[in-house]
C-alpha cells in the first residue's frame, strides 16, 4: 500500500548519525511537501519536520531533513538512545483524487 | 494543549460496521482538516481519510466505497465509520489534526476484527 520506500532498519551507536532516507515520485515526492513523523509503538505519533525541513515546535536540532528530486531524507546527528522509534516520512499523492500518503517506515536502533 | 482521544468498539465480526469516535479536548474543531489513520499489525501507516468543519471529505480511494468521515463541531468529536469489515481492517486506528501534515494525533485505538 505504501508508496514511499524507507529502508526497514538503521542502526548506529550513541551519539553517531543515521540517515532515513524515503523515496518516492514525480506525483508526490517530487511536487509536494514531506513531513516527518517519529512512533514510539503504542504511542500518538509525533510530527518532527514538515514543509521538508522545517522542525515541529519543540523539536532539537538534532532533527534535520531535506529533500531533492524525488527523494527525502532525515538525519539524526548526535544520537540517543530515546531515539530508537520508528520513523515515517508522508506527502501527498497528486492524481484524479489527493492521496495522503506514508513512507514504508524505520526502524531506528540505537547499538 | 490539543489532545485526541480516540474511542469505540475494539472487538468486530466480519461484516460488521467499525464506528470509532476522536474526542478533541484543549482546541478548536474549526478551521482545521482531521484524518484517520491506520496501522496494522506489523506494518505502516495509511491514511484512511480527513473531513471539516464546513462537510468536506476526501477518503482512501482503496477505502473510499465503505468509509466515511464526520466532523461534530458541537461535541468537538470526529467520528469514522467503516463498513463491511474483514480481518484486513484490523490494527490500531488513529485521528490526527491536519491534511498535508498531521501535527497532533491521539493515541490511537486497537480494533481487531475476528469471527
Known amino acids: 500500500q505504501s508508496v514511499l520506500i524507507q529502508p526497514p532498519s538503521l542502526s548506529a551507536a550513541p551519539g553517531q548519525k543515521v540517515s532515513i532516507s524515503c523515496s518516492g515520485s514525480?506525483?508526490?515526492?517530487?511536487?509536494?511537501?514531506v513531513s516527518w513523523y517519529q512512533h514510539f509503538p503504542g504511542t500518538a505519533p509525533k510530527l518532527l519536520i514538515y514543509?521538508?525541513?522545517k522542525r515541529s515546535s519543540g523539536i532539537p536540532d538534532r532533527f534535520s531533513a531535506s529533500k531533492s528530486g524525488t527523494s527525502a531524507n532525515l538525519d539524526i546527528t548526535g544520537l540517543q538512545t530515546g531515539d530508537e522509534a520508528d520513523y515515517y516520512c508522508g506527502t501527498w499523492e497528486n492524481g484524479v483524487t489527493t492521496r495522503r500518503v506514508f513512507g514504508t517506515g524505520t526502524k531506528v536502533n540505537v547499538l | 494543549q490539543v489532545q485526541l482521544q480516540e474511542w469505540g468498539a475494539g472487538l468486530l465480526k466480519p461484516s460488521e460496521t467499525l464506528s470509532l469516535t476522536c474526542v478533541v479536548s484543549g482546541g478548536s474543531v474549526t478551521g482545521y482538516f482531521w484524518s484517520w489513520i491506520r496501522q496494522p499489525p506489523g506494518k505502516g501507516l495509511e491514511w484512511i481519510g480527513e473531513g471539516s468543519h464546513n462537510g468536506y471529505t476526501s477518503y482512501n480511494p482503496s477505502l473510499k466505497s465503505r468509509v466515511a468521515v464526520s466532523v461534530d463541531t458541537s461535541k468537538k468529536q470526529i467520528s469514522l465509520t467503516l463498513t463491511s469489515v474483514t480481518a484486513a481492517d484490523t490494527g490500531v486506528y488513529f485521528c490526527a489534526r491536519g491534511a498535508t501534515r498531521f501535527d497532533i494525533w491521539g493515541q490511537g485505538t486497537l480494533v481487531t476484527v475476528s469471527s
Open positions: 514543509d521538508n525541513n
Open positions: 514525480y506525483s508526490n515526492v517530487g511536487n509536494n511537501y
